[in-house]
């Protein structure tokens, strides 16, 4: 429906241009086809993007800023948030901001229910089972006023009890323990020795996913060989249609040190230490540090 071929037009190289074939449609009826379409497509992502977030409309930060759900996509995965209205408008530097400025929606949620849900069971005795989503908005609309998020707690405001009354001064409050969750700016990034922290940076996206699959398929085929399930390296080369040397270089990353992965998962090896860098490391841990020139975690 989508399609410009029916009003005798043609896309080619993101240019619309007239085309040999006759028009079959009229463009008025064209053009308010296309607006209802566009029309329902908005509809439909903003009906989407008001139910993921669960608390829309009761986070403030510990400023009295209303903090108002976003996301942001990163390789291809969509992440969901709760950022500070200051924070998303780029005033942070020019007004009074809290002490969060964004939050991980799945975490916030997740907490907010449990800690509603265990409230009702211990003081109504309210079965605390939830396990679709339309219950927990449910439970949230119908018992919460207001969730104030400060850095090491939230004040949750409950609706006084036999009430529609949501005024943000009523009802009783649920202080809940909580950390602010650390950042990615935050995670300490290995420091190569002598190198200013300030002049380092992570792996980048694509090289992290590369090394973190396979540190994966070196853990597999060395598995392979303990387990008997292949017969030696020149059997996995010959299924992989790769060298005999390669197979050896790959399962060599199985034998990185436990920090050393766990920093790759988590992105936090300097910019410059992949695959190549790790490939054939000395079989002492701490060796594996000081070969790369890093500080031993």
């Given at each position: 429906m989508r399609n410009r071929f029916y009003i005798g037009e043609v896309k080619y190289k993101g240019e619309i241009l007239p085309g040999e074939q006759p028009a079959i449609m009229e463009r008025e009826?064209?053009?308010a086809v296309q607006?209802?379409?566009?029309?329902?497509?908005?509809?439909?992502?903003?009906?989407?993007?008001?139910?993921?977030?669960?608390?829309?409309?009761?986070?403030?930060?510990?400023?009295?800023?209303?903090?108002?759900?976003?996301?942001a996509t990163k390789a291809g995965i969509r992440y969901r948030y709760y950022a500070s209205l200051p924070h998303l408008k780029g005033e942070s530097k020019t007004v009074s901001v809290g002490s969060v400025s964004r939050i991980p929606a799945?975490?916030?949620?997740g907490i907010i229910?449990?800690?509603?849900?265990?409230?009702?069971?211990?003081?109504?005795?309210?079965?605390?089972?939830?396990?679709?989503?339309?219950?927990?908005?449910?439970?949230?609309?119908?018992?919460?006023?207001?969730?104030d998020?400060?850095?090491?707690?939230?004040?949750?405001?409950l609706k006084s009890a036999g009430t529609e009354e949501t005024h943000s001064t009523d009802g009783q409050l649920l202080s809940i323990p909580w950390q602010k969750p650390p950042s990615r700016k935050s995670r300490q990034i290995l420091i190569p020795l002598g190198v200013p922290r300030n002049e380092v940076r992570p792996t980048r996206i694509e090289r992290r996913?590369?090394?973190?699959?396979?540190?994966?398929?070196?853990?597999?085929?060395?598995?392979?060989?303990?387990?008997?399930?292949?017969?030696?390296?020149?059997?996995?080369?010959?299924?992989?249609?790769c060298s005999v040397r390669q197979v050896n270089m790959t399962i060599s990353l199985a034998f990185?040190?436990?920090?050393?992965?766990?920093?790759?998962?988590?992105g936090r090896l300097p910019r410059g230490i992949g695959v190549e860098r790790l490939r054939d490391a000395p079989a002492e841990w701490s060796r594996q540090f000081e070969t790369l020139g890093l500080n031993p975690q």
């Open positions: 009826l064209f053009d607006q209802k379409l566009t029309d329902q497509w908005s509809h439909r992502n903003h009906a989407k993007t008001k139910s993921d977030h669960l608390l829309t409309g009761l986070l403030y930060d510990d400023a009295g800023h209303r903090m108002i759900p976003t996301h799945t975490d916030i949620e229910v449990k800690s509603v849900n265990e409230h009702l069971v211990a003081h109504h005795g309210q079965s605390s089972s939830s396990s679709a989503h339309a219950d927990d908005r449910d439970v949230i609309a119908e018992q919460v006023v207001r969730i998020v400060h850095k090491d707690r939230l004040i949750v405001r996913a590369r090394l973190v699959n396979a540190i994966a398929r070196g853990r597999g085929w060395l598995d392979e060989i303990v387990s008997g399930s292949a017969i030696n390296i020149e059997q996995i080369a010959t299924r992989q249609k990185l040190a436990p920090n050393l992965v766990k920093a790759a998962v988590e």
